[in-house]
């Protein structure tokens, strides 16, 4: 390598040592300086590692290539191409080993003397050496010489060789080569195939040549101008890199007539390709005056038939430093490790990081990817916020069939987990809008029951300067206070507020009751209360202070509301005022300020953020007049749609305020799957056919889907038909006929099409006497079974796995003509299909197409085809 670029080689089985190549060999010791510091003398590498100089050999002088012997012993026995064709055999340091100190200065001499392009070691049999040499007329370009053979005996000792280490001993020359190859000709690149000792791959002037020793006379090769720098996929032997001046041809030598790809061809001449010893399909590239290294990662993807496809190549570029690279040579071992050296013998220890590919699964389990390493995301055993995370809930309530109980709407809440308030006060009032909207309907068809699903809002709106207030008694008390009337829609109000039950009767009674039974004694106190009944509310908080569950300050609480009075400078009114706000409960808190407050002025119970929506906005229908409560409703609901409250769909309805509401929430929480199913339970089609609505639906379909809750999603796609009967899809798929290309699905289907009955056809009504064996376009005979060789659109008298009695009650029972069994199904590789009952059969056991002369793997083309729902699998 006079006068040349250096070269740099890693040593095959010293992990830390490499030499360094140009008119001298430099052997290098590389060490680790994480916890040291640098030594005197030595070259920094990296932030991590430096390089010591061991030992030099300038004995070999016109060095063209070099090649380090792949056996573990000699360790440091490296074979030197040099200028005139000569291989000469030397050694970096004293090898104390006398079994191979007479290879040391061995020389391996052609007949005609002209320049060594390359060496290579067989990787199978250690002692073979394969030389490439220039063109000669009356010679051979490939030598492979045997370095453990004798000296030619007519051959006289050459002049003394003087070694590195100072000794001098004679050494002989050996003239007679094991084996010749490629007459008239050159070989500039060489490399042993590792699938067999005796193949060689040359790259010879014009051609790509494998040469198999055990028949020398004949050769396989293929006209190329790529032919520079041949080197074999240490991971996949078939597969074998090259490059003529900027491009790299990759050949497979299963098809070696032309490249099986080509990389994209730089801008200046290539000086160097390499495989990564360490990683699977990764190429290295290097240019002439260049500081960046190319890599092509390449990634066969199997098909589903065995075959492979064209490989999917991610380029990159690295760069290692700042200056020109001579050459770079990987590390053996360490993964994606390489060390280069610029012309300056200035060298850099680099590691080439990978992409690190992210993969979340939609059960939220996280893995990572980063070269041959797997990790996985593991929670830590006392975090519980998987638990809290949205999808894992969607997830849950979709295997309770949360959301699809139509009947008792409120029992939603339950299949929930009945953990969350909010879901609680939404389902319990599409509940009531359910109830009271069929109550209506079948009062007077067509009245009011639309009014309903449009929420309180709506409903106060249409009752605007029709109420006046009027003065009531205390139960209990010696006292009156101003209630306004309760005309028809405030008591609608009321009802889907859930304080009074459907009909005239305004009586709490039962809702007190229920309340008392959930053991929720302050909230039916205070509705006791605001419905001027303070004799209850003592009663309800004593039974609640004398109650397991209960507080015994309940007591203290019932004897201040005894003590009730309405003189305003009174001291238990300056005291309740004062107090009020101490108490944690919210609903004893807003009992003593409608107790202490003004006539007109509730702010201190309307404003209580802490009570239920629903509970606040019957208050209000009970003592606001029209004006404020119009004011109050507008402001709260402005409130509810800001912060995506889903207690605000009271007051919206499933309107397009209801939506604004539901995308805050949306927006908030994730959860598609509550916005779903609450804007399917009785909005208008306008608001169904909004943009927002659809997108969650389409997502939570999605969802199901990736989750493998196939069934679920067919059970939501039944529902949403229900209740939306526009989202029924159309028929987008139908058999159409080889010849003319019409739809034969609807001769096929129990359901007549354009008003033409089965008799047109020649079909008589009874399912199972069908007999639809050709077009009804053209009357073209239908494709034949590949299996029972009958024409589609025969029934199938007996199924696999059933009887023909079991088939007769299914045909009768599901009211149809086409069963799944008689389904025309095939492959849309091969185009070959039958019944599917019959290919169901049959590819349980086979993979292969039934049709005898065609090799289509049809199931395998099924990526899905082995899937197995998940809703079984537990979370």
Same mark, same amino acid.
């Given at each position: 390598m006079s006068g040349t670029k250096p070269d740099i080689l890693w040593a095959p089985h010293q992990v830390d040592r490499f030499v360094v190549c140009d008119s001298e060999l430099s052997l290098y010791h590389v060490e680790s300086t994480v916890n040291s510091e640098l030594k005197a003398g030595s070259l920094r590498l990296s932030e991590d590692s430096a390089a010591t100089l061991l030992s030099i050999n300038s004995d070999t002088p016109y060095m063209k290539c070099v090649a380090w012997y792949l056996n573990y012993d000699p360790e440091c026995l490296l074979a030197v191409g040099q200028a005139n064709g000569r291989?000469?055999?030397?050694? @970096? %340091? !004293?090898?104390?080993?006398?079994?191979?100190?007479?290879l040391i200065g061995k020389e391996f001499v052609p007949k005609h003397a002209r320049q060594c392009n390359t060496l290579a070691w067989n990787p199978l049999d250690s002692n073979w050496l394969a030389a490439g040499l220039d063109k000669h007329r009356a010679d051979f370009s490939v030598l492979i010489w045997d370095i453990c053979s004798k000296y030619t005996p007519d051959i006289v000792p050459m002049e003394k060789v003087r070694l590195s280490a100072g000794e001098t001993e004679t050494s002989l020359l050996v003239t007679k080569p094991l084996?010749? @190859? %490629? !007459?008239?000709?050159?070989?500039?690149?060489?490399?042993?195939?590792?699938?067999?000792?005796?193949?060689?791959l040359a790259g010879m002037h014009r051609n790509l040549a494998i040469f198999d020793l055990r028949n020398t006379s004949q050769k396989?090769?293929?006209?190329?101008?790529?032919?520079q720098g041949v080197t074999v996929d240490p991971y996949f032997h078939d597969r074998v890199a090259s490059f003529y001046e900027g491009q790299v041809a990759i050949w497979d030598l299963r098809k070696f007539e032309k490249p099986v790809l080509t990389l994209t061809e730089q801008p200046k001449p290539l000086t160097k390709v390499a495989w990564c010893p360490t990683r699977t399909g990764l190429l290295a590239t290097l240019t002439r005056d260049s500081n960046i290294i190319r890599l092509y990662d390449m990634q066969h993807t199997p098909t589903p038939i065995g075959d492979e496809t064209e490989p999917t190549i991610i380029e990159r570029s690295v760069q290692p430093c700042d200056n020109y690279i001579a050459s770079f040579a990987w590390h053996p071992t360490s993964q994606n490790r390489m060390i280069v050296v610029t012309p300056n013998r200035t060298m850099s220890d680099f590691t080439v990081f990978e992409r690190i590919s992210l993969a979340w699964s939609p059960i939220t389990s996280l893995m990572w990817a980063c070269g041959r390493h797997l990790y996985e995301c593991a929670e830590e055993e006392n975090d519980n916020s998987l638990e809290k995370d949205i999808a894992t809930k969607m997830r849950l309530r979709a295997l309770s069939r949360y959301g699809l109980d139509t009947e008792q709407v409120w029992r939603n809440y339950i299949l929930a987990g009945n953990e969350d308030p909010q879901l609680k006060s939404l389902w319990y009032t599409l509940h009531f809008m359910k109830q009271y909207t069929e109550d209506m309907d079948q009062k007077s068809p067509g009245n009011k029951g639309s009014l309903v699903y449009a929420g309180i809002k709506s409903i106060v709106k249409s009752s605007l300067g029709m109420v006046e207030s009027s003065r009531h008694n205390w139960s209990g008390l010696d006292k009156q206070a101003d209630i306004q009337n309760l005309n028809e829609e405030r008591i609608l109000a009321l009802q889907l507020c859930g304080w009074i039950k459907k009909g005239t009767d305004v009586d709490v009674g039962p809702f007190l009751n229920s309340l008392v039974q959930e053991g929720e004694w302050e909230r039916a106190a205070a509705v006791a209360l605001f419905n001027l009944d303070i004799r209850r509310a003592i009663q309800i908080l004593n039974e609640g202070a004398s109650s397991e569950k209960g507080d015994l300050n309940l007591n203290v609480v019932a004897m201040a509301l005894s003590g009730y009075t309405d003189e305003k400078n009174s001291l238990w009114r300056e005291m309740c005022s004062t107090l009020r706000l101490q108490l944690n409960n919210p609903y004893l808190c807003v009992m003593f300020a409608f107790l202490t407050s003004e006539t007109g002025s509730y702010d201190g119970v309307l404003y209580e953020n802490r009570v239920a929506v629903r509970d606040r906005v019957a208050f209000a229908c009970k003592f606001l007049s029209d004006a404020q409560l119009n004011r109050y409703i507008e402001k709260l609901t402005n409130e509810m749609k800001e912060a995506g409250n889903l207690e605000g769909i009271l007051l919206t309805g499933l309107t397009k305020d209801g939506v604004d509401l539901m995308e805050s929430y949306v927006d908030r929480t994730g959860d598609v799957q509550t916005a779903s199913y609450c804007m399917l339970q009785g909005s208008p089609l306008d608001v169904l056919k909004d943009e927002r609505v659809q997108y969650w639906i389409e997502n939570y379909r999605n969802l199901l889907d990736a989750w493998r809750f196939w069934h679920k999603r067919a059970e939501f796609d039944i529902h949403r038909s229900k209740l939306d009967p526009s989202s029924k899809p159309l028929a987008q798929v139908f058999v159409s006929c080889n010849f003319c290309g019409k739809s034969i699905s609807y001769s096929c289907s129990s359901v007549p099409h354009q008003g033409r009955g089965f008799s047109q056809y020649g079909v008589s009504g009874s399912p199972t006497k069908s007999k639809v064996t050709s077009c009804p376009?053209?009357?073209?005979?239908?494709?034949?079974?590949?299996?029972?060789?009958i024409n589609m659109g025969t029934p199938v008298s007996s199924c696999p796995g059933g009887s023909k009695s079991d088939e007769k009650v299914d045909l009768s029972k599901d009211k149809k003509l086409a069963q799944f069994n008689n389904w025309f199904t095939w492959c849309h590789n091969c185009r070959h299909g039958g019944h599917a009952g019959h290919m169901l059969s049959w590819f349980r056991d086979h993979a292969e197409c039934p049709v005898s002369a065609c090799t289509c793997k049809c199931m395998q083309l099924d990526t899905t085809g082995n899937l197995v729902p998940a809703e079984t699998v537990q979370p």
């Amino acid at each position: 390598m006079s006068g040349t670029k250096p070269d740099i080689l890693w040593a095959p089985h010293q992990v830390d040592r490499f030499v360094v190549c140009d008119s001298e060999l430099s052997l290098y010791h590389v060490e680790s300086t994480v916890n040291s510091e640098l030594k005197a003398g030595s070259l920094r590498l990296s932030e991590d590692s430096a390089a010591t100089l061991l030992s030099i050999n300038s004995d070999t002088p016109y060095m063209k290539c070099v090649a380090w012997y792949l056996n573990y012993d000699p360790e440091c026995l490296l074979a030197v191409g040099q200028a005139n064709g000569r291989v000469v055999l030397t050694s @970096l %340091g !004293q090898d104390h080993n006398s079994k191979f100190k007479d290879l040391i200065g061995k020389e391996f001499v052609p007949k005609h003397a002209r320049q060594c392009n390359t060496l290579a070691w067989n990787p199978l049999d250690s002692n073979w050496l394969a030389a490439g040499l220039d063109k000669h007329r009356a010679d051979f370009s490939v030598l492979i010489w045997d370095i453990c053979s004798k000296y030619t005996p007519d051959i006289v000792p050459m002049e003394k060789v003087r070694l590195s280490a100072g000794e001098t001993e004679t050494s002989l020359l050996v003239t007679k080569p094991l084996y010749e @190859l %490629g !007459q008239n000709d050159a070989c500039l690149s060489l490399c042993w195939l590792p699938r067999d000792q005796k193949l060689l791959l040359a790259g010879m002037h014009r051609n790509l040549a494998i040469f198999d020793l055990r028949n020398t006379s004949q050769k396989m090769f293929v006209n190329t101008k790529a032919v520079q720098g041949v080197t074999v996929d240490p991971y996949f032997h078939d597969r074998v890199a090259s490059f003529y001046e900027g491009q790299v041809a990759i050949w497979d030598l299963r098809k070696f007539e032309k490249p099986v790809l080509t990389l994209t061809e730089q801008p200046k001449p290539l000086t160097k390709v390499a495989w990564c010893p360490t990683r699977t399909g990764l190429l290295a590239t290097l240019t002439r005056d260049s500081n960046i290294i190319r890599l092509y990662d390449m990634q066969h993807t199997p098909t589903p038939i065995g075959d492979e496809t064209e490989p999917t190549i991610i380029e990159r570029s690295v760069q290692p430093c700042d200056n020109y690279i001579a050459s770079f040579a990987w590390h053996p071992t360490s993964q994606n490790r390489m060390i280069v050296v610029t012309p300056n013998r200035t060298m850099s220890d680099f590691t080439v990081f990978e992409r690190i590919s992210l993969a979340w699964s939609p059960i939220t389990s996280l893995m990572w990817a980063c070269g041959r390493h797997l990790y996985e995301c593991a929670e830590e055993e006392n975090d519980n916020s998987l638990e809290k995370d949205i999808a894992t809930k969607m997830r849950l309530r979709a295997l309770s069939r949360y959301g699809l109980d139509t009947e008792q709407v409120w029992r939603n809440y339950i299949l929930a987990g009945n953990e969350d308030p909010q879901l609680k006060s939404l389902w319990y009032t599409l509940h009531f809008m359910k109830q009271y909207t069929e109550d209506m309907d079948q009062k007077s068809p067509g009245n009011k029951g639309s009014l309903v699903y449009a929420g309180i809002k709506s409903i106060v709106k249409s009752s605007l300067g029709m109420v006046e207030s009027s003065r009531h008694n205390w139960s209990g008390l010696d006292k009156q206070a101003d209630i306004q009337n309760l005309n028809e829609e405030r008591i609608l109000a009321l009802q889907l507020c859930g304080w009074i039950k459907k009909g005239t009767d305004v009586d709490v009674g039962p809702f007190l009751n229920s309340l008392v039974q959930e053991g929720e004694w302050e909230r039916a106190a205070a509705v006791a209360l605001f419905n001027l009944d303070i004799r209850r509310a003592i009663q309800i908080l004593n039974e609640g202070a004398s109650s397991e569950k209960g507080d015994l300050n309940l007591n203290v609480v019932a004897m201040a509301l005894s003590g009730y009075t309405d003189e305003k400078n009174s001291l238990w009114r300056e005291m309740c005022s004062t107090l009020r706000l101490q108490l944690n409960n919210p609903y004893l808190c807003v009992m003593f300020a409608f107790l202490t407050s003004e006539t007109g002025s509730y702010d201190g119970v309307l404003y209580e953020n802490r009570v239920a929506v629903r509970d606040r906005v019957a208050f209000a229908c009970k003592f606001l007049s029209d004006a404020q409560l119009n004011r109050y409703i507008e402001k709260l609901t402005n409130e509810m749609k800001e912060a995506g409250n889903l207690e605000g769909i009271l007051l919206t309805g499933l309107t397009k305020d209801g939506v604004d509401l539901m995308e805050s929430y949306v927006d908030r929480t994730g959860d598609v799957q509550t916005a779903s199913y609450c804007m399917l339970q009785g909005s208008p089609l306008d608001v169904l056919k909004d943009e927002r609505v659809q997108y969650w639906i389409e997502n939570y379909r999605n969802l199901l889907d990736a989750w493998r809750f196939w069934h679920k999603r067919a059970e939501f796609d039944i529902h949403r038909s229900k209740l939306d009967p526009s989202s029924k899809p159309l028929a987008q798929v139908f058999v159409s006929c080889n010849f003319c290309g019409k739809s034969i699905s609807y001769s096929c289907s129990s359901v007549p099409h354009q008003g033409r009955g089965f008799s047109q056809y020649g079909v008589s009504g009874s399912p199972t006497k069908s007999k639809v064996t050709s077009c009804p376009g053209c009357r073209k005979p239908l494709p034949r079974c590949a299996l029972c060789l009958i024409n589609m659109g025969t029934p199938v008298s007996s199924c696999p796995g059933g009887s023909k009695s079991d088939e007769k009650v299914d045909l009768s029972k599901d009211k149809k003509l086409a069963q799944f069994n008689n389904w025309f199904t095939w492959c849309h590789n091969c185009r070959h299909g039958g019944h599917a009952g019959h290919m169901l059969s049959w590819f349980r056991d086979h993979a292969e197409c039934p049709v005898s002369a065609c090799t289509c793997k049809c199931m395998q083309l099924d990526t899905t085809g082995n899937l197995v729902p998940a809703e079984t699998v537990q979370p």
